[in-house]
């Protein structure tokens, strides 16, 4: 039997029942979800990374999202929290929207 040890969506048990396999399970504690959150979210980036189409990207990229609402609730923050700071941040520094590539600084 396949060893996993990882985080999955909510209805995988359901999914690998109805196909007839054994499986196991546990619920994780606050701190182990958050970390379990932190390293899907390495394993879904480096999906992102490695998808050629536009399908798979949005594929990945709305599995990244599931992640943010995932660990909103741990973190004791909302959405619109988020999203404020979010905001916030780019009315500071900018977006990531014109593809800036910084090469070198040379300090004054």
Do not use: C, W
């Amino acid at each position: 039997m396949p060893v996993y040890n990882k985080l999955v969506r909510d209805l995988i048990p359901q999914v690998i029942e109805n196909s007839g396999s054994r499986f196991s399970t546990r619920i994780l504690d606050k701190s182990e979800h958050l970390t379990e959150v932190k390293n899907k979210f390495y394993e879904e980036m480096r999906e992102f990374e490695a998808t050629d189409n536009r399908k798979d990207a949005l594929e990945e990229l709305a599995d990244i999202l599931e992640l943010i609402h995932a660990a909103l609730p741990i973190l004791e923050a909302t959405y619109e929290e988020l999203e404020q700071i979010r905001t916030a941040k780019k009315e500071k520094r900018g977006g990531f929207n014109d593809g800036v590539y910084l090469i070198e600084v040379e300090d004054a």
